[in-house]
Nanobody, 120 residues
Framework: QVQLVESGGGLVQAGKSLTLSCVAS????????MAWYRQSPGMARDEVAKIYIGGETRYADSVKGRFTVSRDNAKKTTVLHMNDLKPEDTAVYYC??????????????WGQGSQVTVSS
């Protein structure tokens, strides 16, 4: 059974930094993309950052220059470093992976969500 487990959320002041981590476990053949999404109450879940298997990255305009996504393919992990946090970054952050279990097709998996709260 594949699981994505996140860690690292919390409460920080504006201008500070926070790091989120996500590790995938289970019978995983390979992982294509890994990404981070966030969702505020009453809002859609939006993509924040994505990293492809070759290391290419993509960021939402609102976080460019402040957030950095990385991954370790051997450890099946992804990390989101968030700098210069703003109150509008407050949301539940979700780890996402498009991966393939042995003998199966690619499908999407989600982490449990981590609350990030930025106070002004």
């Amino acid at each position: 059974q594949v699981q994505l487990v996140e860690s690292g959320g919390g409460l920080v002041q504006a201008g500070k930094s926070l790091t989120l981590s996500c590790v995938a476990s289970g019978s995983i053949a390979d992982i294509d993309t890994m990404a981070w999404y966030r969702q505020s109450p009453g809002m859609a879940r939006d993509e924040v950052a994505k990293i492809y298997i070759g290391g290419e990255t993509r960021y939402a305009d609102s976080v460019k220059g402040r957030f950095t996504v990385s991954r370790d393919n051997a450890k099946k992990t992804t990390v989101l470093h968030m700098n210069d946090l703003k109150p509008e970054d407050t949301a539940v952050y979700y780890c996402h992976a498009k991966l393939r279990e042995w003998g199966a097709d690619y499908r999407s998996y989600w982490g449990q969500g981590s609350q990030v709260t930025v106070s002004s």
